[in-house]
């Protein structure tokens, strides 16, 4: 059995941009004009909780009840308008058929694995019109590392499976890789890799 797992934004779907912005507006209508490092991707744990957490101490906010809940819930809304007024968000271009031909193999266990929220991630491929019955999404709800998030989307233990690829945008993707061993296959300019799955949906 062959395992493959992906990241969502900038690997899925066009969502980078607007998931940042989005984020940042929720984090600050929440707790007020705080202050965020220049880019997402300098915080430690590059995920939706890691970057959350260093943010309240870096704001010296951390005595304050737990915000997330309701970080959440204003993103989601702040999702969902999004879409309502732009349309669904856009895979990249032969993501969906490429995850139904691994799917439908007796060969190939698939799961998602992002530093997302649960709920943000799955309003964002359920717009896209991805399946997600039946299918493991593991999100940053309980982990803030991306290798805890990314173990905990297999289905069994690690030495169980011939191979492990990940499919991901960015630097972390590619490093949190390294650290567990596993295939990485990098996705979008910023690492030179695939800029569309169309040659490969009949993987």
């Given at each position: 059995?062959?395992a493959?797992?992906?990241?969502?934004?900038?690997?899925?779907?066009?969502s980078?941009?607007?998931?940042d912005?989005l984020?940042?507006?929720?984090?600050?209508?929440?707790?007020g004009?705080?202050?965020f490092?220049?880019?997402?991707?300098?915080?430690?744990?590059?995920?939706?909780?890691?970057i959350?957490?260093?943010?309240?101490?870096?704001?010296?906010?951390?005595?304050?009840?737990?915000?997330t809940?309701?970080?959440?819930?204003?993103?989601?809304?702040?999702?969902?308008?999004?879409?309502?007024?732009?349309?669904?968000?856009c895979?990249?271009?032969?993501?969906?058929?490429?995850?139904a031909s691994?799917?439908s193999s007796?060969?190939?266990?698939?799961?998602?694995?992002?530093?997302?929220w649960?709920?943000?991630?799955?309003?964002?491929?359920?717009s896209?019109?991805?399946?997600?019955e039946?299918?493991?999404?593991?999100?940053?709800?309980?982990?803030?590392?991306?290798?805890?998030?990314?173990?905990?989307?297999?289905?069994?233990?690690?030495?169980?499976y011939e191979?492990?690829?990940?499919?991901?945008?960015?630097?972390?993707?590619?490093?949190?890789?390294?650290?567990?061993?596993?295939?990485?296959?990098?996705?979008?300019?910023t690492l030179?890799?695939?800029?569309?799955?169309?040659?490969?949906?009949?993987a």
């Amino acid at each position: 059995m062959h395992a493959v797992i992906f990241d969502i934004d900038g690997t899925l779907l066009e969502s980078v941009a607007v998931d940042d912005e989005l984020y940042r507006s929720a984090v600050r209508r929440v707790l007020g004009p705080i202050k965020f490092r220049e880019s997402l991707t300098d915080y430690k744990f590059v995920s939706d909780s890691g970057i959350l957490s260093q943010v309240l101490f870096e704001n010296n906010l951390e005595h304050l009840p737990d915000p997330t809940g309701e970080i959440i819930s204003d993103f989601v809304s702040a999702l969902q308008e999004h879409i309502s007024k732009n349309g669904a968000f856009c895979e990249i271009p032969g993501a969906r058929n490429l995850m139904a031909s691994l799917r439908s193999s007796r060969d190939h266990y698939v799961a998602i694995a992002t530093g997302g929220w649960f709920a943000s991630a799955t309003l964002k491929l359920e717009s896209a019109e991805f399946d997600l019955e039946n299918i493991t999404l593991s999100a940053s709800d309980t982990e803030r590392d991306r290798t805890r998030i990314m173990r905990s989307a297999l289905d069994r233990p690690e030495a169980e499976y011939e191979s492990i690829t990940y499919y991901g945008d960015g630097p972390w993707d590619r490093d949190a890789c390294a650290v567990l061993g596993w295939n990485f296959i990098p996705v979008g300019r910023t690492l030179g890799g695939l800029e569309s799955f169309l040659d490969l949906g009949d993987a």
